[in-house]
Structures are given as C-alpha cells and as structure tokens.
C-alpha cells in the first residue's frame, strides 16, 4: 500500500503518518489508527460497500483487538468530522448502506478544487440511523426498573410478614376464661370452688388439686384465715402432671383482689 493516497482531488491520505491533508496544503487532520486503516481501505475499494465486520477486520482486529459496531460508528462519525474540518464534506461522503455497510462517494466540483472551509458547519451531519447502543439502553433501564418495583414490593410483603410474626410472639391478645362454681366432693368446709366452665368435666383433676391444696396448705397453715374462693385453673392434657389453684377472700373483681396463686407439680 503506497504511504499517500489521492481521494479526489482535492485531499490525500498519508498512511505513515496517519495525517489527512487538503492538496492545497491550508489544512491538515491526524485520524486514528483504526480510522486512517478504513478509509484507505474504503478509496481501494472504490463504490464498493464495505460491511462492519469487514471494518472491524481492517481497523482493530488486524491488530489484535476485538471491538463492537458501536466501533465502526464511532470511527465513521470520526472521519465525517474529519472531512467537514478540511472543508470537502460535500465532493466525499460516507454513505450508510442499511444492513450493509459503508460506501465512499468522491465527487469533483466543476473548479476542480475542494470547496473553502470557511463556510464549513461546526457539526457532522447527523448519523444515518440512531445507534443500537441507544435501543438497548431503554429496554435495560425499563428492566432496571422493574426490578427494582419487584424488589421493592418482595420487601414490603417481607416487612409486613416479619411485622405480624413478630406481633404474634411479643403482643399476646388475652382470652377470656368463663369459671363456673363446682360442688362435687373435696370442697373445703367454708369455701367456694369455680372451675373453668369448658373443664368442668375433669373431676378427678379438680379433687386432686383440692385435696393437694388442703394437705399442703390449709393442713400447714391451720392458724391462718383460709380462702373462701378457690378457683381451679385445670391445663391441657400435656400438662395433666400439673395442678393449679387461685385462692382468694372474695369473688375476683377489676382490683384489690387478695389472692394467692398456687402450682403444684405431681412426681
């Protein structure tokens, strides 16, 4: 490949020194590797359509790079900069071919020159198709946000779950208990006995804990007033080893009870 290539006549390429120059010398542009490389592929190769991957190829994976069409974009918008900064953008363009490649177009001005920079825009012409990179980003964004909406809702119901449990451990709702009076055998003389109305009919329960109570309290404390209302607090069958006693002067009220609460265990 020879160092300096003509594209038109009014612009050359210096492939040494990467260096894109107008022939009448007032201007001069330093492209970079893999662009120098895809130009002067792209002059070779006159009215040819040179795919991307065919780019990718001749500009960064000749040299052991491996890049994305977002690459070629990239360095097509480069070169189109380059050719509005010489002031040629007009007589050579670079021609998007959809699902196909690039094209260079050199056309000659009737004078034979390029056309003076002075009236060039600040701007490249706008790219032919919006990038992909830019349709990619929204469906991710949108993805990004519905996951975030996802997590967000998976950790409300988690709070909400955790805050129920944790009610039902430390906040106990209390259950009303009906006590109906008993009169079976055992009673101790004087006294009153009421039972749970839904254990009434655990009798043998109910005289065993009276008569535990009468051996291990009233027999011990034969000098003492003894309780005129006895309430016996019977338990579920997995505590049938257990027996319980509320003794008190009076009927229980709101408050100012006199009570003692007794539990006896059975070995």
Known sequence: MLNNIAI??????????????????????????????????MVNAPGEVLSQEQLMDIGWRSAGVEVTDNSVRVMITK????????????????????????????????????EPAADAPALAPAPDAPPPAVSHVLPRARKGLLRAAGVAVAGLLV???????MRSLFFFTPVPVHFVPWSGPGVPPGAEVLVQASEENKQALIEATLQTYMQHVLDKRAGEKPALVLYVTTGSEKMSTFQGLIACQQRLKDSGNDCESFFFRLY
């Open 8 to 41: 038109g006549t009014g612009v050359t390429l210096d492939v040494h020194t990467r260096t894109l120059s107008r022939t009448d010398g007032e201007e001069s542009v330093t492209l970079p590797q893999s662009a120098c490389l895809c130009l002067a592929a």
């Open 79 to 114: 070169l189109r900069r380059a050719f509005i900064q010489l002031g040629v953008h007009e007589t050579i363009t670079l021609v998007a071919v959809t699902r196909s490649g690039y094209r260079l177009i050199v056309r000659e001005n009737s004078a034979g020159q390029p």
């Open 159 to 165: 709070g909400v779950g955790l805050s129920v449990l």
